[in-house]
């Protein structure tokens, strides 16, 4: 949904965020839930709203984007006063949240301390007071994260949503009601394994060439520069023909030093770079694959690894974001350090070399993980121990 502002601005309200499609998931599971999403938005001039079908309520809040010192380190953040007086007018019975590192997060959790509380944490959590025992360089940034602790040590009730299991166990000082591991759901009824031969022939791939590809928003730390250079000294090793597609957008600046490096590697017969692609065409993709990788130096899952595992393709992943450590448990998948390059290098060379198989866990057990149907009876259970 598109609303129109004075001077040809506009703000968009798409439903695709994190708290949109947990709450699609939930209601979809239970709808006797009220479930509005509030955001900040420093273009809006005026609340607006939208209805999704399903009953999921998205708002959106003036905001004005202020510099606050962490420490001695300035970060800038959109804030709401207004959001801050409606919601304490609205007196949730519930309020679910993302970091509390963040000021207005923090500000929601100081004034209304008394609610119930659900913080979801989607990379690695921040651990407030061992972060306030850090040492560093910005030193009185420890005494932020002595505010935000103590705020979190005055709930009465607090659940902590995680994929990243970094730590958490030292997340049990707050003596919390509960903390549970929950991703960023898959559609499996929509993301599953179809015509091999279509999809190879869709991205014109020769019918012996072993094709790895990736597909992600493309900006530094997806360390694709770190591939590029493990791919050129592959080259030289192996006698099987490889592809590497590359899918997706991001920053220009990082795209045209990515280009640069695959010209002056002498790999523009290796490495494609196919733009972004809508859902058909990423399925198509993760089809056509012999392998998926993610790189990344840090992730909040990744998503995209679940969807190439629904397509029955096998994955090449760092051990970052949490979708890893459900690998771990499987046996499934190729893990690497995030910045175990040489590593990189000698996995992928066995790879096209031998043609490997990797193992891929069973539909069933990913389902049962990453499943919206049953990421929404995972929301509902947790409403409901945090709510009695």
């Keep these: 949904m598109v609303f129109d502002l004075p001077g040809n601005s506009?703000?968009?309200?798409?439903?695709t965020d994190w708290p949109d499609l947990a709450g699609k998931a939930l209601l979809n599971h239970n709808d006797n839930y009220h479930y509005e999403v509030w955001q900040p938005d420093t273009r809006a001039d005026r609340i607006y709203s939208h209805t999704f079908p399903g009953g999921v309520i998205h708002k959106m809040f003036?905001?004005?984007?202020?510099?606050?010192?962490?420490?001695?380190?300035?970060?800038?953040?959109?804030?709401?006063?207004?959001?801050?007086?409606?919601?304490?007018?609205?007196?949730?019975?519930?309020?679910h949240l993302s970091s509390p590192v963040y000021r207005l997060n923090h500000e929601i959790l100081r004034r209304l301390h008394d609610k119930p509380v659900i913080i979801q944490y989607h990379s690695r959590p921040l651990i407030p007071w061992l972060e306030a025992r850090r040492w560093r360089k910005n030193l009185p940034a420890n005494l932020f994260y002595l505010k935000i602790n103590r705020d979190l040590m005055k709930m009465k009730k607090l659940f902590v949503i995680f994929n990243n299991r970094t730590n958490i166990h030292l997340l049990d000082k707050l003596k919390l009601t509960g903390k549970q591991q929950l991703f960023m759901g898959c559609d499996f009824s929509y993301w599953t394994t179809g015509d091999r031969s279509e999809a190879r022939e869709y991205f014109k791939l020769d019918k012996n060439e072993i094709t790895l590809s990736m597909a992600s928003r493309?900006?530094?730390?997806?360390?694709?520069?770190?591939?590029?250079?493990?791919?050129?000294?592959?080259?030289?090793?192996?006698?099987?023909?490889?592809?590497?597609?590359?899918?997706?957008h991001g920053n220009t600046e990082y795209i045209s030093r990515l280009k640069?490096?695959?010209?002056?590697?002498?790999?523009?017969?290796?490495?494609?770079?196919?733009?972004?692609?809508?859902?058909?065409?990423?399925?198509?993709?993760?089809?056509?694959?012999d392998l998926f990788l993610s790189c990344s130096i840090a992730e909040g899952g990744p998503v995209s690894v679940v969807k190439a595992m629904a397509c029955e393709t096998g994955v090449f992943c760092t051990l970052v974001g949490g979708v890893d450590t459900v690998l771990d448990d499987l046996d499934a998948g190729?893990?690497?350090?995030?910045?175990?390059y040489n590593t990189w290098g000698t996995l992928l060379a066995r790879f096209i070399e031998n043609r490997l198989e990797v193992n891929k866990p069973s539909r069933e057990k990913l389902m049962d993980i990453f499943d919206w149907k049953s990421i929404g009876e995972k929301y509902n259970q947790i409403y409901q121990t945090i709510m009695d």
């Design 10 to 15: 506009w703000v968009g309200i798409w439903g």
């Design 62 to 95: 003036p905001a004005v984007e202020k510099v606050y010192l962490k420490g001695l380190k300035k970060a800038k953040e959109a804030y709401s006063e207004m959001l801050l007086e409606q919601l304490e007018k609205k007196n949730p019975e519930l309020i």
């Design 218 to 248: 493309l900006n530094s730390l997806k360390q694709v520069d770190k591939l590029i250079i493990q791919l050129r000294q592959i080259t030289r090793k192996v006698k099987n023909p490889f592809r590497l597609l590359i899918a997706g």
């Design 260 to 289: 640069t490096l695959v010209r002056q590697s002498s790999l523009e017969d290796v490495i494609r770079f196919t733009g972004f692609l809508d859902d058909e065409e990423l399925r198509m993709l993760y089809r056509a694959s």
């Design 334 to 340: 190729i893990l690497v350090g995030p910045k175990d």
